[in-house]
């Protein structure tokens, strides 16, 4: 319960630290190898200096509800943005979803497990009384594709109960590298980062909705360094990068 608590306000500390910045960008935690780069880039090319601050993309979206000074909102499904949206808490005609991944089924890099994703798959033997994980299904994107997912293959109901619930994709990734559960779902370009756990399986692209990354400007804080960043993401140099991490860019 205090994790809980703590959380939202270490998220706005954090946004209130980086208001020095010429701008603040607020994105899913999938996204942080990708875009430390890219910031980095974008600061030696002279052009504004960019902050960010990395986690679950509906923390973000709560946060800046709440009033969080970001610029940019870059989330890792359309809902949390539709969220904004529907409040008026985003530039409309600035949204865009740049960015593709696919979701895969790791376990720890010296497990010999192996599955094959086909409905009605034993999920049980995978794993061997133990424990998986991901992101919670209840708000974390990576876990509601993976209740989706995991639904149409028609295991959710037994994976429920062996569940554990991370407050983001990298907090899963984690567990799974530490040997603290026996499988995770994440995004395939958190595995890649990874040398501690490997690719058991990837899902098939039909068994959830598509993983698409909407990126936008938030109302509050629309400027012309917010626009020059958001139409630098979209730029080749951001795109050479985002498929170097593993995105397919749209």
């Known amino acids: 319960m205090l994790r809980r608590t703590l959380l939202p306000v270490l998220l706005?500390?954090?946004a209130l630290t980086a208001q020095a910045r010429d701008l603040t960008v607020f994105a899913a935690a999938s996204l942080q190898d990708a875009f430390a780069e890219i910031g980095q880039m974008y600061r030696q090319g002279g052009a504004h200096d960019v902050g960010f601050?990395?986690?679950?993309?509906?923390a973000?979206?709560?946060?800046?509800?709440?009033?969080?000074?970001?610029?940019?909102?870059?989330s890792a499904d359309e809902q949390w943005m539709d969220y904004l949206q529907q409040r008026g808490l985003i530039v409309a005609d600035t949204r865009k979803s740049l960015l593709g991944n696919q979701l895969?089924?790791?376990?720890?890099?010296?497990?010999?497990?192996?599955?094959?994703?086909?409905?009605?798959?034993?999920?049980?033997?995978?794993?061997?009384?133990?424990?998986w994980v991901t992101g919670d299904p209840?708000?974390?994107?990576?876990?509601?594709?993976?209740?989706e997912a995991l639904t149409r293959l028609g295991v959710w109901q037994f994976a429920r109960s062996r569940l554990v619930r991370a407050e983001n994709v990298r907090a899963a990734l984690a567990l799974v590298e530490r040997g603290e559960a026996a499988a995770g779902?994440?995004?395939?370009?958190?595995?890649?980062?990874?040398?501690?756990?490997?690719?058991?399986?990837?899902?098939?692209?039909?068994?959830h909705t598509p993983i698409t990354y909407?990126?936008?400007i938030v109302s509050r804080q629309d400027s012309a360094a917010a626009r020059d960043f958001v139409q630098f993401l979209q730029g080749p140099?951001?795109?050479?990068?985002?498929?170097k991490f593993g995105f397919s860019v749209r």
């Open 12 to 14: 706005f500390t954090c």
């Open 53 to 58: 601050s990395f986690a679950a993309s509906s």
């Open 185 to 207: 779902i994440v995004y395939a370009t958190d595995a890649a980062v990874s040398r501690k756990v490997r690719v058991a399986a990837v899902f098939p692209a039909d068994t």
């Open 214 to 216: 909407p990126m936008a």
């Open 237 to 243: 140099e951001a795109a050479a990068t985002f498929r």
């Open 104 to 131: 895969v089924l790791v376990v720890p890099a010296d497990s010999t497990a192996t599955v094959e994703l086909k409905p009605g798959f034993d999920f049980a033997r995978l794993l061997g009384g133990r424990r």
């Open 60 to 74: 973000l979206a709560r946060q800046i509800e709440q009033g969080a000074p970001a610029a940019v909102f870059a």
């Open 138 to 147: 209840r708000s974390v994107p990576v876990g509601r594709y993976a209740q």
